[in-house]
């Protein structure tokens, strides 16, 4: 209990103002909420230059991702014979392709720009899968307790003693390699962090008294999770998404750079790293630019990760 | 303390269990180990005496039984590929891994603790964000694009290192700082975070004002008390270690087990996989066992109840 306004510590007719602050207060905020309403452009405006920086080039590139039929300037998938392995045309290249041309004389940019689609597409639907999975088993356990709590908990223990990349390894074996079942199998990366962060916000959320008060009035579990628990962490998840994102695709790209992630004639920029590995002593730009997308993309998002998780200042273990 | 660790040994031996299940239902998914093994069919005859060669015809709990009674008898499977026992192809391959993953990891320590230590106490300094601005390129790109860079540089433009196989110590190079950059990366950060933590704590104030030598402060003091956190840290390193020579040995033609692990996902020769998992689970599973009794040891106010 928090009675931090009782009425036996004023004095006759007197009243602090300390107190008077405390009373005026919103009762039973949980630490770290604020009441003042901050908006997306004050924060953008408030960040330092290379975060405003990284959030337009994420921005320029989702953009790109998703109107690549209109952006690119090839078909991604035409080969052309006469053009193999052709410089990119402020290099000398012959026929006027911006990054050059890969080993069967396709475009390396329109390549690029539809491999930033599949890759962005898949590190996105992986990440939200994880952070559903995640926060719903975290709500499971932190609400019905237990061995329902210790069950998940194990499986939580077992995910962080298992070195990730074996699962998936397996998984493919298994499973085969079609799209989906690697968006399925980087979903399950990294569940186990929203699933903590979420307990551990349930378990305190569960001891403030506008909870009871809402058992007391009959309130659901499902009720007490939509309206108390998951406004509560909100912004811990933001962050979360933020700095799994790029992991993920880096877990994809390093499994098509394998050769075990996606398939030909689908682009990722992992595969086309891979693929132009062979030719690499020869025409360096094919490995360049797509790692330059990747490298981009993902300091772009760590940096925005860090930043967002200073501001809104969350604790993650 | 012996409940504790008695405790620990329990979880640590239950993890290694459900590793093993998980490990069967996955086998058992792929469906029959003979459409990998003879890709073009058997006789019905021969099928089913391979069947109950292979314990195949039992039901699945008994499958399960027999599959830990042979692991506890050393039988870990032969090779659907090449006909001969997973644990002889480990046996071989796994020096190769262990001498690139030692390697690598005593590199990260040796770099990433001081590499941290400057980048917290030098923190508004050019040196301190240079140093954190290296460990932050380490942290975001990816190994193989770390690795190709390295092979671009110095093996194709100055033909200084050779970037394939691992014949003499020159070999070592390039992988291990490929291995390394995570690593090194992942420790200087949480040795930075954990020094500044400490940095602001009452003791350093009297520390200074007992008049002390602030060589004296930083390494006695503070860097004892940071050093805590980021030994949990050095433990964790190991699966990180696991997952990034996976990729690394396959760039680099490393002859060890990570090589031998994608070969198998590739040829989906499962029995390969399935020791791999375990061997590779075992691993982690003790190694962080370890670091949870160092950790009591190094600090004694962790309370030792679970």
């Keep these: ?317 | 303390m012996l409940k504790f660790i008695g405790w620990r040994f329990g979880r640590a031996l239950l993890t290694v269990f459900a590793v093993l299940v998980a490990v069967f239902l996955a086998a058992r998914l792929t469906g029959n180990p003979l459409d990998v093994m003879y890709p073009d069919g058997l006789p019905p005859d021969q099928e089913q005496r391979l069947l109950v060669q292979y314990g195949l015809d039992k039901t699945v709990p008994e499958q399960f039984v027999n599959y830990v009674r042979d692991l506890f008898q050393g039988n870990f499977g032969i090779s659907l590929r090449e006909k001969r026992p997973v644990a002889d192809m480990y046996a071989e391959d796994i020096g190769a891994t262990l001498k690139l993953a030692g390697c690598s990891f005593l590199l990260s320590v040796i770099f990433g603790i001081p590499m941290g230590m400057i980048g917290a106490l030098k923190r508004r300094t050019g040196a301190g964000r240079l140093v954190m601005s290296v460990a932050f390129l380490g942290y975001a790109v990816p190994h193989f694009i770390i690795a190709l860079s390295l092979i671009l540089i110095f093996g194709f433009y100055l033909h200084w290192l050779p970037s394939t196989g691992n014949a003499t110590i020159w070999h070592y190079i390039l992988p291990t700082i490929t291995l390394a950059a995570h690593r090194f990366a992942s420790i200087a950060r949480h040795t930075r975070s954990s020094l500044l933590d400490v940095l602001s704590q009452d003791f350093m104030r009297t520390a200074r004002a007992k008049g002390l030598e602030e060589r004296v402060v930083i390494f006695k003091h503070a860097m004892r008390n940071s050093l805590i956190p980021v030994v949990t840290i050095l433990g964790l390193q190991i699966a990180g270690l696991i997952n990034g020579s996976i990729i690394v040995e396959t760039v680099f033609s490393w002859p060890g087990i990570g090589r031998l692990f994608v070969g198998a996902v590739m040829k989906r020769d499962f029995p390969v996989l399935q020791f791999g998992v375990i061997c590779f689970a075992a691993i982690v599973v003790l190694v962080n066992f370890m670091v949870d009794i160092l950790y009591v040891i190094i600090d004694p106010r962790i309370r030792t109840e679970a």
């Design chain 1, 1 to 317: 209990m928090r009675n931090i306004h009782k009425p036996s510590i004023q004095t006759e007719g007197v009243c602090t103002p300390e107190i008077e602050d405390v009373s005026v207060g919103p009762p039973n905020l949980p630490p770290g909420a604020s009441v003042e309403k901050n908006n997306f452009f004050d924060r953008f405006r408030a960040a330092p230059f290379s975060i405003q920086l990284c959030i337009l080039l994420m921005l320029l590139m989702a953009l790109t991702a998703v109107f690549a039929p209109y952006v690119a300037p090839f078909d991604p998938n035409q080969t052309s014979m006469l053009e193999r392995n052709d410089p990119p045309s402020w290099m000398g290249g012959q026929s006027g392709h911006l990054l050059g041309t890969d080993q069967l004389g396709r475009d390396v940019l329109s390549r690029c720009i539809y491999s930033l689609r599949v890759s962005v597409g898949i590190a996105l639907l992986g990440v939200i899968i994880g952070c559903m999975i995640g926060v719903v088993a975290g709500i499971l356990s932190g609400l019905l307790g237990g061995w329902t709590d210790r069950a998940i908990m194990m499986i939580v223990d077992f995910q962080l003693s298992v070195p990730f990349m074996l699962i998936v390894l397996v998984g493919i074996a298994v499973f085969g390699t079609s799209i989906m079942v690697l968006i399925l199998l980087v979903g399950t990366a990294h569940w186990e962090t929203y699933a903590r962060l979420t307990r551990g916000q349930v378990l305190t959320v569960r001891e403030y008294q506008f909870v009871e008060a809402a058992v007391a009035l009959g309130a659901t579990n499902w009720r007490i999770a939509k309206r108390h628990i998951l406004p509560n962490i909100a912004s811990p998840i933001i962050v979360l998404l933020t700095l799994n994102f790029p992991s993920i695709l880096l877990l994809e790209s390093s499994l098509s750079f394998l050769g075990i992630g996606v398939q030909p004639p689908t682009a990722s920029l992992g595969r086309m790293v891979g693929e132009g590995r062979d030719y690499m002593m020869s025409a360096w730009w094919l490995v360049i630019s797509p790692a330059s997308f990747i490298v981009l993309l993902t300091l772009c998002i760590q940096l925005i990760g860090d930043w967002l998780r200073d501001v809104i200042d969350v604790r993650l273990t």
